[in-house]
């Protein structure tokens, strides 16, 4: 059996990121591998950091997550959700869509981002010169856009849907900005137990088994389909950030939704 972490993360993402996991660790149906999934939080990076310490064995995250950066793990560099997770979707409260409208990036600087604690995407967008409110859990953060605190939180557009219906019937005024998107590079990846060198040789070989079969692009588009078209990626206009903690390994990586 494998310990699964799989908290700090939107329902969807979890849904998908188990079902490839177990696909990839029961490729044999005569050995069947146990994989226990725990969807607990830490709403504390320290707590995330040292998530090998509390009897898990792999877990999916952004590539090049700062939480892990003096930690001694097993890092794959396969990414798993073909980069979606970067472009990001703002959530705004209705009355401002003129405002974000075809929106530049020297104006959306002078507003405020709200993001959750310990998201990695708050150091990003600092990095980048934007204002950042980073506080709170998601539900907290989305009543401080409703309260006026910040001005957008931006989701993957992976998830910003899902998160947007189950999130948000409490909140008055918010809804999903139509026009712009956010985009940086992005990768999920795994990180595995630094001690579990089969598991990560076994899940890295799988993986890219699976994509050469077919049967990854076919889970992704069961995941993920819909959201694509219903999002419209390819009508929104794109106000690009840098990454600069992706590792060496990833530093090319491009979304496969860039045209």
């Known amino acids: 059996m494998f310990n699964f972490w799989n908290g700090n993360k939107?329902?969807?993402?979890?849904?998908?990121?188990?079902?490839?996991?177990?696909?990839?660790?029961?490729?044999?149906?005569?050995?069947?591998?146990?994989?226990?999934?725990?969807?607990?939080?830490?709403?504390?990076?320290?707590?995330?950091?040292?998530?090998?310490?509390?009897?898990?064995?792999?877990?999916?995250?952004?590539?090049?997550?700062?939480?892990?950066?003096?930690?001694?793990?097993?890092?794959?560099?396969?990414?798993?959700?073909?980069?979606?997770?970067?472009?990001?979707?703002?959530i705004i409260r209705e009355q401002d869509q003129p405002t974000f409208?075809?929106?530049?990036?020297?104006?959306?600087?002078?507003?405020?981002?709200?993001?959750?604690?310990?998201?990695?995407?708050?150091?990003?967008?600092?990095?980048?010169g934007y204002r950042v409110l980073e506080q709170g859990t998601l539900p907290e953060i989305l009543k401080l856009l409703s309260d006026k605190k910040c001005d957008y939180v931006s989701l993957g557009a992976n998830e910003v849907e899902s998160i947007y219906q189950e999130h948000t019937n409490s909140l008055d005024g918010l809804v999903i900005e139509k026009s712009i998107m956010l985009y940086y590079p992005l990768p999920l990846v795994f990180y595995v137990h630094p001690d579990k060198t089969q598991l990560a040789q076994l899940l890295?070989?799988?993986?890219?088994?699976?994509?050469?079969?077919?049967?990854?692009?076919?889970?992704?588009?069961?995941?993920?389909?819909?959201?694509?078209?219903?999002?419209?990626?390819?009508?929104?206009?794109?106000?690009n950030l840098a990454n600069k903690e992706l590792p060496p390994e990833l530093r090319s990586f491009k979304s496969q939704f860039i045209s």
């Open 101 to 128: 409208h075809n929106i530049n990036s020297n104006k959306l600087k002078s507003l405020i981002a709200g993001i959750p604690a310990t998201w990695a995407d708050a150091e990003l967008f600092r990095a980048n």
């Open 10 to 90: 939107s329902g969807k993402r979890q849904h998908y990121e188990l079902e490839l996991i177990h696909s990839l660790l029961n490729w044999d149906p005569n050995e069947p591998i146990v994989v226990h999934s725990d969807n607990t939080d830490f709403p504390r990076a320290e707590d995330e950091g040292n998530i090998f310490r509390k009897n898990y064995d792999v877990l999916v995250t952004v590539a090049g997550n700062c939480k892990f950066a003096d930690k001694h793990t097993i890092k794959l560099n396969s990414p798993i959700c073909k980069g979606l997770l970067g472009h990001r979707i703002l």
């Open 204 to 239: 890295d070989d799988k993986l890219q088994e699976y994509k050469l079969s077919g049967q990854f692009e076919l889970l992704f588009n069961q995941h993920f389909g819909n959201v694509v078209r219903s999002i419209g990626l390819e009508h929104r206009k794109a106000i």
